[in-house]
């Protein structure tokens, strides 16, 4: 199973998708956990947001 994150664009700054040929949408969107992606953390260009895991007898 391939590892993902959701990825959201530092402010200011227009991150390209390279999956999708478009840019990071504002919200952030879901991605497979890269080199590509890790790169743009390193950079500063994104965030990476924390998932809430599911609190002890929540439904997934």
Request: hydrophobic fraction near 40%; proline fraction near 12%.
């Given at each position: 199973m391939t590892n993902r994150i959701t990825v959201v664009p530092a402010?200011?700054?227009?991150v390209?998708?390279?999956?999708?040929?478009?840019?990071?949408?504002?919200?952030?969107?879901?991605?497979?956990?890269?080199?590509?992606w890790r790169r743009r953390l390193d950079d500063g260009d994104?965030?990476?947001?924390?998932?809430?895991?599911p609190k002890k007898g929540e439904a997934e």
């Open positions: 402010p200011g700054r227009a390209p998708d390279p999956e999708t040929g478009d840019l990071l949408p504002v919200e952030g969107r879901e991605v497979i956990d890269n080199v590509w994104i965030t990476i947001q924390a998932v809430k895991a």
